[in-house]
C-alpha cells in the first residue's frame, strides 16, 4: 500500500507542478491589467503551490510515514517503471486534452475570416508540446526523479511483493 501511495503521489506532485506553471502563464497573458498587489499576490501563489508539490515529489517517503501508511505487501511492483508509466499516462492525458483545441483553432483560422484566439492557441500549443515532452522523455524523466531522489532522501524501495488476495 505503502509503494503505491508513493507512486501515486509523485504523480499528482508532477502534475500539480504542470498545472502550476499552466495557471502561472495564464494570468501572465492580462499582466499589464493587473495591480501591484495582484502580481504579488501571483507569484506568492505559485511559488507557494511549486513548493508544496515539490515537498510532496522528494519528501513522499516522510509524508507516507506521518500519515500512518501500512507498508502491506503486494504483488511485485517495480517503482521506476510505474512512474514511467504514469509520467507517460500524464503526458498522453495533457497532450490529448489541447491537441484537440489546437486542431479546431487551426481550422478555424484556415476556414473562418476572424481566425483564431492567438495568445489562447498558444498556451493550448504549449500544453500539447509539454505533454507530448513527458510522453517522449518520461524514461529520463523517471531516472532523474530517482537521482533527485536519491540524493535528497532514501533511495526509492526496490521491487516490491504486494499479495494479490
Known amino acids: 500500500m505503502r509503494q503505491l501511495f508513493i507512486i ?3 504523480l499528482l506532485s508532477i502534475m500539480l507542478i504542470f498545472w502550476t506553471f499552466s495557471a502561472f502563464l495564464a494570468q501572465t497573458q492580462v499582466l499589464g491589467y493587473m495591480s501591484r498587489t495582484h502580481l504579488v499576490a501571483l507569484i ?3 511559488s507557494l503551490e511549486i513548493i508544496l508539490a515539490l515537498f510532496l515529489l522528494f519528501g513522499t517517503n516522510m509524508v507516507a510515514s506521518s500519515l500512518k501508511i501500512p507498508d502491506t505487501p503486494a504483488k511485485k511492483i517495480h517503482i521506476p517503471d510505474a512512474l514511467q508509466v504514469g509520467i507517460t499516462l500524464i503526458g498522453v492525458l495533457i497532450a490529448g486534452s489541447s491537441l484537440g483545441y489546437v486542431i479546431s483553432e487551426v481550422l478555424r483560422s484556415i476556414f473562418t475570416p476572424q481566425g483564431a484566439t ?14 507530448t515532452g513527458l510522453i517522449i522523455f ?4 523517471t531516472k532523474q526523479i530517482q537521482l533527485l531522489q536519491d540524493s535528497s532522501d532514501k533511495p ?8 494479490e488476495n
Open 138 to 141: 518520461a524514461k529520463q524523466i
Open 118 to 131: 492567438v495568445s489562447f492557441m498558444l498556451g493550448e500549443i504549449f500544453k500539447t508540446i509539454i505533454g
Open 156 to 163: 526509492l524501495p526496490k521491487p516490491y511483493v504486494i499479495d
Open 44 to 46: 506568492f501563489l505559485t
Open 8 to 10: 501515486g503521489a509523485k
